[in-house]
Nanobody, 114 residues
Framework: QVQLAESGGGLVQAGGSLGLSCTAS???????MAWYRQPPGKQREFVARILSRNYTTYGESVKGRFSISRDNAKNTAYLQMNDLKSEDTGVYFC?????????WGQGTQVTVFS
């Protein structure tokens, strides 16, 4: 069983920045780490992913504004969000795959106001 704990969500004005953290209860050295989000009334959507060798991919709507990184020594992945827009509002979930099984955090709320 892997537990993921997100932190760093909050309320931010449009154009501002916010950083999220996701700490795993076990080593993430060989595991992909990803962020998803669920806007109000919509389905969960992919935001960003970082593989064990730091290869990254991003959803189209966040490219150039968000940056994912990881610190394997701390079992932690990060999501730096810049130039936030109201459409970035939602619950942000951390995700990993260990032993072929997906694990999710409880989510952290990000609200962007104009």
């Amino acid at each position: 069983q892997v537990q993921l704990a997100e932190s760093g969500g909050g309320l931010v004005q449009a154009g501002g920045s916010l950083g999220l953290s996701c700490t795993a209860s076990t080593s993430i050295l060989t595991s992909p780490m990803a962020w998803y989000r669920q806007p109000p009334g919509k389905q969960r959507e992919f935001v960003a992913r970082i593989l064990s060798r730091n290869y990254t991919t991003y959803g189209e709507s966040v490219k150039g504004r968000f940056s994912i990184s990881r610190d394997n020594a701390k079992n932690t992945a990060y999501l730096q969000m810049n130039d936030l827009k109201s459409e970035d509002t939602g619950v942000y979930f951390c995700n990993t795959i260990v032993g072929g099984l997906p694990y999710w955090g409880q989510g952290t709320q990000v609200t962007v106001f104009s």
